[in-house]
């Protein structure tokens, strides 16, 4: 399964970080071994699910073509979809875009629509 784009959820202030590293490393790169990512479809239900009520965040826009880290679409949970994985970390030129995503007041995330017409 291939597509275009994948979209990465990072603290802005860890992105920034990356961009001056030239590389981004999620915490996950270290204790799972990759990097999670999700499709188009999924980054909604990504955000709501393991980031609710948290500010502060972005959404990175990633040209899969373009990461040199080994990407894999795995179900690793067990839900029956299978997520994009990056397997090294992310060398931040394949990072075509980022927008904060937004908070609304009951702690649940939406795609603003700015955004919209990215994903």
Not at 55 to 69: R, S
């Amino acid at each position: 399964m291939e597509h275009e784009n994948i979209y990465h959820i990072t603290a802005s202030t860890d992105w920034d970080a990356a961009r001056q590293a030239g590389e981004y490393y999620a915490d996950s790169l270290a204790s799972q071994g990759f990097i999670h990512a999700s499709t188009r479809e999924q980054v909604l239900r990504t955000a709501n699910k393991y980031y609710y009520g948290q500010a502060g965040l972005v959404v990175l826009e990633i040209n899969a073509a373009k990461v040199k880290a080994d990407i894999r679409y795995e179900d690793l949970s067990g839900e029956g979809m299978l997520f994009p994985h990056i397997y090294g970390p992310l060398n931040v030129d394949a990072v075509s875009g980022w927008v904060d995503i937004a908070l609304q007041i009951d702690g649940s995330f939406y795609i603003p629509p700015r955004f919209q017409a990215v994903i």
